[in-house]
């Protein structure tokens, strides 16, 4: 499966924005999808995870209350809903496609390239 990542963009702090992970290849019904992220000169950190069928999601705790997941399998696109933007949520974002529900970049096998995010002061 191909993944893109989009949405990013330069957005105010207290802005939103919603990024999308569009699915080709294969349907992306069939994979957990996760969002990471990853700052300059910091590791790759997880920051929301969905199961197959949405019964189930996982959001870190940095973005909790503020940040969603959702998909629409119909679709094949996986979406992020970030509200409340604060300037260290600017990173490069990636969707990601694996079996496991999980919050560690090796529970998944398909990576997208990312999409810059960046949050002004």
């Known amino acids: 499966v191909q993944l893109q990542a989009s949405g990013g963009g330069l957005v105010q702090a207290g802005g939103s924005l919603r990024l999308s992970c569009a699915a080709s290849?294969?349907?992306?019904?069939?994979?957990?999808v996760g969002w990471f992220r990853q700052a300059p000169g910091k590791e790759r950190e997880f920051v929301a995870a969905?199961?197959?069928?949405?019964?189930?999601?996982y959001h870190a705790e940095a973005v909790r209350g503020r940040f969603t997941i959702s998909r629409d399998n119909a679709k094949s696109t996986v979406y992020l809903q970030m509200n409340s933007l604060k300037p260290e949520d600017s990173a490069v974002y990636y969707c990601?496609?694996?079996?496991?529900?999980?919050?560690?970049?090796?529970?998944?096998?398909?990576w997208g390239k990312g999409t810059l995010v960046t949050v002004s002061s």
């Open positions: 969905i199961t197959r069928n949405s019964d189930g999601t």
């Open positions: 990601a496609a694996g079996g496991r529900f999980g919050d560690r970049p090796r529970d998944y096998n398909y």
């Open positions: 290849g294969r349907t992306l019904s069939s994979y957990v």
